[in-house]
């Protein structure tokens, strides 16, 4: 009997492929294979996939050797309306045939279960061998493969392309070779072993033993290969007694994707070296060579470095040579540059910033540094420290000096790191070197920010100073374009803002965009502070989301014009719990806010004639009255939950209002007194929130 279901195998060997469009491809390929299985209608088991420099493989359990026979029945209208007296198709027959796909001839005549005759159309789906809908689905597969950021290439008189040109592919249903031809290459029942310990061609005889093959051909799995360089890492760190191997996601992945048959190696450098900033000589070692740096148990850089090969270990001696002779030469040079760059002052790279293009239309980054002497000493006196300033506006001067250093044009990476080295060496004050070392923090969500107020006010105006610039000459970023990281700026003021709650983000704006102007940049201020404004206060919506803030609480307060952080989230908070503990009320006190502020007319003021009041009207001014005192106390002191309680305290008063009250008068005196009364109503919300917004969730 023959079996019903194989297990398939499609592996894709090539050149070796870059790591990110590699792990990208490997992704994508078993979600293709999977979903293009279940469109063929092809039932299947577990799908995975491996991959090395040279494959791509996507393996299926139990793939069915044949798709199922398909047969279905569906019932039409009743047999008197589907013919006629004469037999022949009414029209509601021929509708329901060619509905069916059928000929209004084939219609079955049957008795339903309710006792009445009806019209059924039948439709059968023969049973379809599974090879050929496999050869078309896994030429589709390989085609459909994207890779971003990188170009397929084309080889030959193909056109047909690949991100690296196809040397083989083995596609097998259980023991069958299943026929596939892709860029002028076709299928076969072979893989590739590793090129040196296992080359050439090894037979897979079947699928189920697709791994087994390459294990005998010295070729490991991506998984395999990323616990083999974790094990022989942990084997060197152990035996140096709680040393550390510094090894950063990204280049792990990269060095897992640049080996089929890992093991790991130590190599040394000399120990002159050591006296190079550390920053630099692991940039060297990790970006240039994928080499990890090794450290002590307590902390400090060693002059080992682990090396993982992929060559033969009978030679790993020579392996460990070559790459020493490698990270030497490169720590020669780093060296040299360090050195170097140590024989100037870092006022002399201050001048040369102004040969050093910030944003064409912005002018130089020697320009931005003055920009920024403004700003960092206005954050520290907005913070409480003005003591502080001198320092805050020495480091932003001398914050952008490395960037025209040697060490800094060879590793880009270092940037401010190395600025503090050079500000230390030349006797800066250590808030003004560590401020240098620090100012690009946050890069990225989740970093850390710098670690002293000097380092944050300078880290501040530098953003703040890109994302002013950019809204002051109108070129804000758009979904699909951020030349100048605006988004991660305004971020990143925003994470360091909330660090220094009593610092003023529109003043600081303000400060910028002057200083914008007094460099000679036009524009219209008033129009650029708005658009940054609504800039922020976006980031901020997002934020108060991501924290867990409800959309409608975050309108609400949105409508308030508030964009430094630590109070728009205090305040987003503080909403939230108040209405989070008295529903009911809130959402009851929202409806008659929304009501009040439809009726009433801003333009008749706040000014009540206490002497035409009644008791409901008379009860809800006090209110109003003591609701305004607690609300502007509680504000006062950053005290926003007791700011929404007094809020709350409203909702009794003005629901008797609306009870007892008939607003719309015709008395022209009276309804114009009321609606002065709740014109002052409205006016105790104003500085907290637009609580009508939150109406919307009533019900």
Known sequence: MAETTKDLLLEIGCEEMPSAPLMHAQRQLGELVDGA????????????????????????????????????TNRGPATRIAFAEDGTPTKAAQGFARKMGVDPIDLIRRVDDDGREYVFAEHRVASRPAAPLLSALCEDAIASLEWPNYRSQRWGNEHQGFVRPIRWICCLLGTDVVPVRYAGVESSNTTRGHRVMGPGEHVVPDAAHYVDVLHDAYVMG?????????????????????????????????????????????????EGFLDVPPEIICDSMLSNQRYFPLYDANGMLTREFVVVSNADPAVDSTVIDGNERVVRARLDDAKFFFEEDLKHPLEDFVERLSTVTFQERLGTVLQKTHRMERIAPAVMEGAGHAEDAPLAARAAHLSKADLVSQAVVEFTNQQGVMGGYYARAQGEPDEVARAIREHYRPRFAGDELPSGRVGKAVAIADKLDTVCGIFAIDEAPTGSSDP?????????????????????????????????????????????????????????????????ISPD???????VDVIDPAEFLAR?????????????????????????????????????????????ERALLDACER?????????????YGEACAALAELRGPIDRFFDDVLVMDEDTGLRENRLRLLNRFAAVFADVADIGFLSRTKG
């Open 553 to 559: 609480i975050i309108d609400a307060v949105s409508a």
């Open 37 to 72: 299985l279940t469109d063929a209608g092809l039932a299947h088991g577990a799908v995975s996939t491996l991959s090395t420099p040279r494959r791509l493989t996507v393996m299926v359990a139990a793939v069915a050797t044949a798709t199922e026979e398909i047969s279905e």
């Open 627 to 639: 609701g305004d005192r607690n609300v502007k106390n509680a504000l006062s002191t950053g005290a």
């Open 572 to 616: 987003g908070r503080a909403l939230q719990d108040a209405h989070d503990g008295a529903r009911e009320v809130f959402e009851d006190l929202a409806t008659a806010y929304t009501r009040a502020a439809h009726l009433a007319d801003a333009s008749l003021g706040t000014a009540v004639d206490v002497r035409r009041l009644g008791s409901a």
């Open 484 to 548: 100048f990281a605006v988004r991660r700026a305004a971020i990143g003021c925003v994470a360091l803002l909330r660090e220094l709650p009593t610092v003023s983000l529109a003043r600081l704006v303000s400060t910028s965009l002057d200083a914008y102007l007094e460099q000679g940049l036009s524009f219209d201020k008033a129009e650029a502070a708005g658009r940054v404004r609504d800039f922020f206060k976006g980031r901020l919506r997002i934020i108060a989301r991501d924290e867990g």
């Open 222 to 270: 991506e998984r395999e290969r990323g616990e083999v360089i974790r094990a022989g890492v942990a084997e060197v760190e152990a035996a140096r007694g709680g040393a550390h191997v510094d090894m950063p996601r990204r280049i792990f992945d990269e060095v897992v994707n640049l080996t089929e048959w890992p093991h790991v190696l130590v190599g040394t450098f000399d």
